[in-house]
Structure formats: C-alpha cells, structure tokens
C-alpha cells in the first residue's frame, strides 16, 4: 500500500463539537461557539442569489471581497487573502514557511489545529505552558531555536477565553527574531472589548513577520460556508496566493461575506448580546459553586471541583437533555466544559440543567 509522508499518521485528527443528542426533543448547539443570533439576513439573501449562476466560476482573487475589507478595517487590499475559513489560511502558511526540521510554536491549551497545520507541513509542534491560562510571552521567548519557525498565538485564546494585551503581543514580537513568523489568530477578536485589546493589524503594517487572521464564522454566523481571510505583509501574501487554490472561496460565500460586513447594525447587536449573555451565564454558574473563568469570546470556560470525571457527567447529563457543550480533554483540560454563548433561552436552559445536576450529585 502506498505509505504516507513520514508524521503524517501522528496527526490527531481534529474533531468538533458534538451537534447530535439521540433522544432528545429540543437541541442546544453550545458545543462549537457558533453564533447565538446565526447570520445576517442580509447574508442570506445574497447567497440565494447566486444560486442561479453556480455554473460560473468565481473571482478567484476574491478582490470586491477583500476591497470590503479593506474599507473597513482600514488597511490594503493587497494585503488581504482571503480562503476556505480561517483554518484554511493557517494551514497554508504553515505549508508556507515550515517543514522537516523545523519547529511551529503554540501555547499548550491553544487552538487543535495549530499542531495539525504543523505536522502536515513536516514541522514539529512544540506546545508551550501558560500561566494561568494566559499565555506567557516570556515562556514562548525562552522556547524560541534556531529551528522556530512559526508563533500561533490565539489572541483572545480558544477555549480559554483569555487575551494578551495589545502591549504583551508587541513585545513578543520585539522578542522574535525577523525570520520567525508571528501569526495571531483573531478569530474572536469581535468579542473582546477590553480597552488594552487589539487584534493585531496595526502591527502588520509595522512589521512584514506578523499576520492577523480572522473568520466569518463566529460573529457573522457563516460557519457553514466556511470563509476567513489573513491580513499580512505583501511578500507574505504573494506567497499564500502562490499557495492557495485557484477559486478557493465560492462566489455565494464571498457574495454572502459581503452582505454580512456591510450589516453593522446586526453585527453591533450580536456583539451587545453576546456581552450582556456571557456576563449573564458567567454569573450564574459562578453561584453554583464551579470556576467561570474570565472570558474575552463568545463562550465561557467553566471547571468542575470533582474533576475530570465531574466535568463528563456534566457533560453526559446535559446532553440526555438535549444540551451539547464541549468537553476538553484534547486541550490538556479534562475538568473543564466549554460553553458557547447562545440565545437567552439556551443560557437559562444550561443553568438549570448544571442546577440539577449539581443537585442529584
């Protein structure tokens, strides 16, 4: 049989958050930090849009695309790639810039893919303790070889929910050698409202080893198309198109990404909702006794005093009710649920279905 490239088969696959509970009458997606309010309207007329020109094949640069974000977030278009979800982007530049004998940086409760992206481009992953769930900017600085490569960095961080300020992140970067590829994931940066937050795109422009990724997929409610993009240097760039497939992103969903940039005012209601919701499911729990750590997304991190197996049964006890939330084993965080942030009535529904398993303990 023909064998696979040598690290291949070390890949834990990357699974997702559970979206079926046999049995039950009502389903609460809370498993995978969707968004609460779906998407746009707006959205989805623009995709049906489409429909009666599927046989065309779409702009593959994706430019009016990529000039709405531009216009937006004020920076060049030119800088701007756009691909299949955010995932799609950190895989290439992994492709891009690390291979056999190099090494990809990440801190060890971050996101899943970031060690999949690494030894699928040949690269080792080496994950890095945090301190206090936070991500340590001294302890990923003294990880740094010769061999670094790539930094991924989740700023604000899944599943923790934490964030490094906008002064943390710069000196990180200060600290890195120009040869290393610092890349911040800003899939949740919509969410964070901290005043000493940034995403990430000021330094891009100051600097051409530092991209700032970001996805359709959580505040706009376009995870089921599949959309993100990169904002980075032009040579950068030029590398990822090289890279990138021809028509890597479908003319519905860059028709539909538009249309969802351009409603602000139901991006300004997800954000209020989310801030009011997570605040709101944040207290709650925190009086029944677990640990609600502080959360700068669209989801809480809660831990469990009974530990791993007090977190599973949770778990399991929620899902008999139709309520799906995320477990965290894979995050080296087996006491730990995750749970998204989602309607009002999906918030109490949570509530009370942790009450009553806290009470028949």
């Known amino acids: 049989m023909p064998k696979p490239r040598p690290g291949v088969l070390e890949i834990a696959a990357y ?25 746009s309207p707006r959205a989805i007329e ?21 000039q709405a974000l531009a216009l937006r977030h004020g920076i060049d278009a030119g800088h701007i790639v756009c691909g299949n979800g955010s995932d799609d982007v950190l895989t290439l530049l992994a492709k891009a810039y690390a291979g056999e004998g190099d090494e990809v940086l990440y801190t060890v409760h971050g996101f899943l893919v970031y060690p999949i992206a690494a030894r699928a481009a040949g690269a080792t992953p080496v994950a890095v303790p945090e301190r206090g769930l936070i991500a ?12 670094t490569r790539i930094v991924f960095l989740a700023n604000p961080n899944n599943p923790t929910g934490s964030y490094l300020p906008d002064a943390e992140v710069v000196r990180l970067h200060a600290g890195l050698p120009e040869d290393v590829l610092l890349v911040l994931d800003a899939a949740y940066a919509e969410f964070a409202d901290a005043p000493d937050y940034s995403a990430g795109h000021e330094l891009v422009e100051r600097a051409g080893n530092v991209v700032v990724t970001r996805t359709f997929s959580k505040i706009y409610g376009l995870g089921g198309l599949r959309l993100g993009w990169a904002h980075c240097s032009s040579a950068v760039a030029d590398v990822l198109n090289r890279l ?8 519905a969903v860059q028709a539909a990404g538009m249309a969802a940039l351009a409603d602000t005012g139901f991006l300004d209601a997800a954000r209020q909702h989310n801030r009011t919701w997570r ?41 008999a009710q139709g309520i799906l939330v995320r477990q965290m084993g894979a995050y080296h965080l087996p006491a730990a649920l995750r749970i998204s942030i989602g309607r009002e009535d999906e918030m109490q529904a949570v509530v009370d279905g942790l009450a009553g398993y806290l009470d028949q303990k």
Do not use: C, M
């Not at 990138?244 to 003319?251: E, I, K, L």
């Open 136 to 147: 340590d900017v001294d302890a990923l600085l003294a990880r740094v070889t010769p061999a």
């Open 244 to 251: 990138r497939g021809p028509f890597n992103v479908n003319a």
């Open 15 to 39: 699974v997702g958050g559970e979206s079926h509970a046999p049995g039950a009458q009502r389903l609460i997606r809370l498993a995978s930090n969707e968004s609460a309010l779906g998407p």
């Open 46 to 66: 623009a995709y049906g849009r489409v429909a009666g020109e599927i046989h065309r094949y779409p702009d593959g640069g994706s430019a009016q695309l990529r």
């Open 279 to 319: 605040a709101w499911l944040g207290a709650r729990l925190a009086e029944l006794g677990l640990t609600v750590h502080p959360s700068a997304a669209n989801f809480v991190l809660v831990t469990f005093p009974g530990g791993a197996a007090d977190a599973e049964a949770a778990r399991q006890y929620l899902k």
